[in-house]
């Protein structure tokens, strides 16, 4: 069964900053957390390389909003793994972080913006 965490809405189709990505599995971490892990299609490989540090902002359904967007680290090696695996554990009273740990499964398409980093600077440069 695929569910669509971000379904399509006027605003966000055809939008080129805007893509779909498929969870091809998930790992059960522990009871309150999971790591999804979304396959990059051929087509947007250099769209989703990437650096470690970066994050992959989802949006998710809401019944009250119509979506929120949350910002997930990737907890996957650029170096390692062809697919992006993000980290989810469940916060209580925390909105998207319970609908993604409850609603997702394989096969799930997500909308997610490009890939994102907050950069620093080191204390004494």
């Given amino acids: 069964m695929t569910d669509s965490v971000l379904p399509d809405t006027p605003r966000v ?7 779909s990505l498929e969870v091809v599995e998930i790992i059960r ?6 790591s999804l892990v979304f396959e990059v299609p051929d087509a947007l490989v250099d769209a989703f390389r990437y ?13 009250q909003t119509g979506s929120v967007a949350r910002c997930y680290s990737l907890s996957s090696s ?22 993604l740990c409850d609603n997702v499964g394989v096969g799930t398409t997500s909308r997610c913006l490009p890939l994102r980093c907050i950069r620093t600077a080191l ?3």
Avoid: C, M
């Fill in 13 to 19: 189709t055809g939008n080129p900053h805007v893509h």
């Fill in 78 to 99: 650029p170096h390692l793994d062809d697919d992006l695996v993000v980290t989810v554990k469940r916060t209580d009273g925390g909105y998207a972080s319970n609908w």
């Fill in 123 to 125: 204390v004494g440069q």
């Fill in 51 to 63: 650096r470690p540090g970066q994050f992959l902002t989802l949006k998710i359904p809401s019944e």
């Fill in 29 to 34: 971490e522990t009871g309150d957390a999971v």
